[in-house]
Nanobody, 125 residues
C-alpha cells in the first residue's frame, strides 16, 4: 500500500513562493505516474501538474511558467515548486500516485489510486 504525506504548505503574500513536498512510502516496485492536485471548498478538484516515470511533465494552463513538478527517486519524494503565487492559487494541495500499468499515459485525467491528506496553501493579496 503506497502512502503519501504532503508538507510545505503555508501562508504567503501574492508574488511569493512555496515548495510542497510529498514523501512516498510502501512501494512494491514498478513505475508510477505522480501528480499534484488542488481543491477549493465547493469546487471540483483541479489537476495542477503530473510527472511520468521518464520525467515527462504536464501542467495546467493556469500554472504554466510558475510551478515546477519534480521527483527525487532516491529519497522517494515528489516536489511542487510554486513561484509568483497568486490569491487564486489558494487551495488544499494533494499529492497523488498511480501505478503506470493501470492506464496509458500520465495525465491529470487518469484515475489516481493513492492520495495524500493534503496541505493548505493560502495566498493573500
Amino acid at each position: 500500500q503506497v502512502q503519501l504525506v504532503e508538507s510545505g504548505g503555508g501562508s504567503v503574500q501574492s508574488g511569493g513562493s512555496l515548495r510542497l513536498s510529498c514523501l512516498a512510502s510502501g512501494y512494491t516496485g514498478g513505475t508510477y505516474c505522480f501528480g499534484w492536485f488542488r481543491q477549493v471548498p465547493g469546487k471540483e478538484r483541479e489537476g495542477v501538474a503530473v510527472i511520468s516515470n521518464d520525467g515527462t511533465t504536464m501542467y495546467a494552463d493556469s500554472v504554466k511558467g510558475r510551478f515546477t513538478i519534480s521527483e527525487d527517486k532516491v529519497w522517494n519524494r515528489l516536489y511542487l515548486q510554486m513561484n509568483n503565487l497568486q490569491p487564486e492559487d489558494t487551495a488544499m494541495y494533494y499529492c497523488a500516485a498511480d501505478p503506470a500499468y493501470r492506464a496509458y499515459g500520465c495525465s491529470s485525467t487518469r484515475v489516481f489510486s493513492y492520495w495524500g491528506q493534503g496541505t493548505q496553501v493560502t495566498v493573500s493579496s
